[in-house]
């Protein structure tokens, strides 16, 4: 069946268009990879403060990311009904209610940063994560007005114009990192809140190039007829905001399980929560990869879901599953071969944070499978609108799965680091299992 001619073509639909998506998906974590790569250069310290912030602020992004996924969905099952008017008042509407988002999630987290200092983590990881946070948390409103315009034009299908952006902006946030982290052209040396700074910079940028793509491009000319005032609509951002809140939910229950894993590691020590870091930034860039997929099958799902073709959606939606699966169970294969090497990337001369990262990353390796089943699924069901159970689902493995059984395997048993990430990975799986069986559920042939 998955072998057919229909499935073959549907694998060629999804992968031209979550490659551009993958490689843009990978932009927003690779932000983070960069900075805990180039602060671990300076230190342990540096490196565990970077994975403190970066765990508060991924729970701040993710609410973000998930109000601004609504856009795709809508405008793809416009697209499918040639409902150009639709479209047009999506984007308006989109681009109001992410601006908005992005303003009052840096107010109201820049006020609730100084309470970092309650996690019960080591003080001087807290004295270095606090003001580095504090900048990534205004990034939020560049990186809001950026992601109104990515998944406007992802929802039209148009994915290659962010992967370029991306790719531009991460190059120049590497190049940022080390002009500011370590002073370079005559500027004096910041360390980790250099690296803040160098996001701030890449996103803003972003954000002006996706705009001036969008406004400016004679393809959506038709679409600007409608930027109007008085065609924002308070009843079209309460659907985007009813859509995308229970999306927000799911993937901070699912991020904020991994950032509340390196509280719990923190309470161990700075060296265990560098060794977090490391292995969690590798699934990150795998997981973010996989989003891609997930994101493409949103689109193929919600287009042909809007033109009436349900055995289209079943079949976008099982092709997206196989080849998120296959996708990482070839990641998995790569961590394991280079679970020794990754570590050296990160920390130069700290053996113990080279092991324990090794032994994380061969767990990080098991879980690539059941992560890819779950959030393509969770990108398929998102097609059909299908947002409020999948949250619940979230809610249900990460929190009353994963962590309990990961703090009772590294606190009682004593296990450390590697049961909070044994906990993770049961998590995982079972959001995998019912995911696969809702969309089943869902896309009867």
């Known amino acids: 069946m998955i072998f057919s001619p229909l499935y073959r073509k549907e694998y060629k639909s999804i992968f031209w268009l979550a490659y551009p998506v993958v490689l843009s998906q990978l932009g927003h974590i690779l932000v983070s990879v960069a900075d805990s790569v180039m602060a671990g250069r300076i230190g342990t310290v540096q490196l565990a403060a970077a994975s403190l912030g970066n765990s508060i602020f991924t729970i701040v992004l993710v609410f973000g990311l998930g109000i601004s996924f609504s856009i795709t969905p809508l405008v793809a099952r416009a697209d499918g009904r040639k409902n150009h008017t639709r479209i047009a008042l999506v984007l308006l509407n989109g681009i109001f209610l992410n601006t908005l988002v992005g303003i009052v999630l840096f107010l109201a987290f820049w006020a609730l940063s100084p309470y970092i200092a309650y996690l019960n983590q080591p003080e001087a990881v807290v004295r270095l994560a606090i003001p580095y946070v504090n900048v990534l948390f205004f990034s939020m409103v560049p990186l809001m007005v950026f992601q109104a315009f990515k998944q406007f034009a992802e929802g039209l299908s148009l994915t290659k114009q962010s992967m370029f952006i ?6 120049l946030n590497v190049g940022l990192n080390y002009v500011l982290i370590y002073g370079k052209l005559g500027l004096p040396a910041m360390g980790l809140l250099g690296a803040a700074w160098a996001t701030f910079i890449s996103r803003v940028l972003m954000a002006l190039m996706m705009g001036g793509y969008v406004l400016l491009f004679p393809r959506f000319a038709r679409y600007l007829h409608f930027m109007r005032r008085q065609n924002l609509s308070w009843a079209h951002m309460f ?52 989003s891609g997929i997930s994101a493409a099958a949103t689109i193929r799902v919600g287009k042909l879901r809007g033109a009436g073709d ?19 169970a070839a990641s998995a294969t790569l961590i394991i071969l280079c679970k020794d090497l990754i570590p050296l990337f990160y920390v130069k001369d700290d053996a113990a944070v080279h092991a324990l990262a090794a032994q994380l990353l061969i767990i990080a390796a098991i879980f690539q499978l059941s992560d890819g089943v779950q959030v393509v699924g969770l990108g398929a069901l998102r097609g059909l609108e299908d947002v409020k159970v999948p949250s619940m689902i979230s809610l249900f493995s990460y929190w009353l799965i994963a962590l309990p059984l990961g703090y009772g395997l590294g606190f009682w048993l004593d296990l450390g680091a590697k049961g909070i990430w044994l906990g993770l990975f049961t998590g995982l799986t079972f959001a995998a299992v019912l995911l696969f069986f809702r969309f089943r559920r869902f896309s009867p042939r």
Request: glycine share 10%; proline share 1%; aromatic share 10%.
């Open 166 to 171: 991306s790719i531009f902006a991460n190059v």
């Open 239 to 290: 659907t985007m905001v009813k859509l995308g809140l229970p999306i927000s939910l799911q993937m901070i229950f699912e991020m904020g399980a991994f950032s509340f894993s390196a509280v719990m590691i923190g309470w161990i020590g700075a060296r265990d929560l560098a060794s977090h870091q490391i292995a969690l930034n590798v699934a990150s860039v795998t997981y973010m990869m996989a």
């Open 310 to 328: 349900m055995k289209g959606v079943h079949v976008a939606g099982y092709s997206s599953l196989v080849m998120g699966a296959l996708f990482m």
